[in-house]
């Protein structure tokens, strides 16, 4: 039963247009949720969180966008770099498991094409 | 160190053989996790220390597995008469604020031959 889902495993785009990459989840009870980015060979790194209270968090290149209603969120990098290229996680939590474990999604490999 | 610190940085074992991995987190830190990746998976929750309170061990797929960690430092995670379904990278991370926050470290990659 995958709570955490990314429905895209891969994601091409062009440098400087926008990547945008989503994630779905189905437990109502989650209300942190999170984006993180992986190197190969390297552990993957936070990037961009945002609590269930809001519906919008930016961060420079990188916006989460959360709808509560469809339990769907996004992740929007603008303009897009070749750094960029990366699987990116997408990661929820629920306060009142009190070990705030994250449950991850599967993954989005982005490409960004100079 | 600066980060969070995983070795070996890749094992191979032979089915059946015990592996023992180690993870330093970052100092200071309380919260420490471990999670692996199987081949085209995401992260899978095993284990949760919380400076000197009982460990949530409810992500321990087997009683093959075991982790230990002392106070807030090192930590080890066991993996008893290793099967070819145990190959896959094994992550810590640490936290000092929760939610979110976690440092990985890079990971020992575990194969099972």
């Known amino acids: 039963d995958q709570q955490v889902k990314q429905n895209s495993p891969s994601l091409s785009v062009q440098e400087g247009r926008i990547s945008i990459l989503n994630c779905d989840y189905t437990n109502s009870m989650f209300d942190y949720f999170l984006w993180y980015k992986k190197y190969p060979a390297e552990g993957p790194t936070f990037l961009i969180s945002?609590?269930?209270?809001?519906d919008k968090n930016e961060d420079g290149r990188f916006t989460v966008f959360l709808n509560k209603s469809a339990k769907h969120l996004s992740l929007h990098i603008v303009p897009s770099q070749p750094g960029d290229s990366a699987v990116y996680f997408c990661?929820?939590?629920?306060?009142?498991?009190?070990?705030?474990?994250?449950?991850f999604g599967k993954g989005t490999k982005l490409s960004v094409i100079p | 160190g600066a980060g969070v610190s995983q070795s070996p940085s890749n094992k191979v074992t032979e089915k059946g053989k015990d592996v023992e991995l180690r993870c330093d987190p970052i100092s200071g830190h309380t919260a420490l996790y471990w999670y692996r990746q199987r081949l085209g998976q995401g992260l899978e929750f095993l284990i949760y220390?919380?400076?000197?309170?009982?460990?949530?061990k409810s992500g321990l797929p087997s009683d093959r597995f075991s982790a230990e960690r002392t106070g807030e430092s090192v930590s080890t995670l066991t993996i008893q008469r290793t099967q070819q379904e145990d190959s896959a990278v094994y992550l810590c991370?640490?936290?000092?604020?929760?939610?979110?926050?976690?440092?990985f470290g890079s990971g020992t990659r575990l194969t099972v031959v």
């Open positions: 945002i609590s269930s209270i809001k």
């Open positions: 220390f919380q400076g000197n309170s009982a460990p949530d």
């Open positions: 991370a640490s936290s000092l604020f929760q939610p979110g926050g976690y440092t």
């Open positions: 990661a929820a939590s629920w306060s009142g498991a009190g070990s705030y474990q994250l449950t």
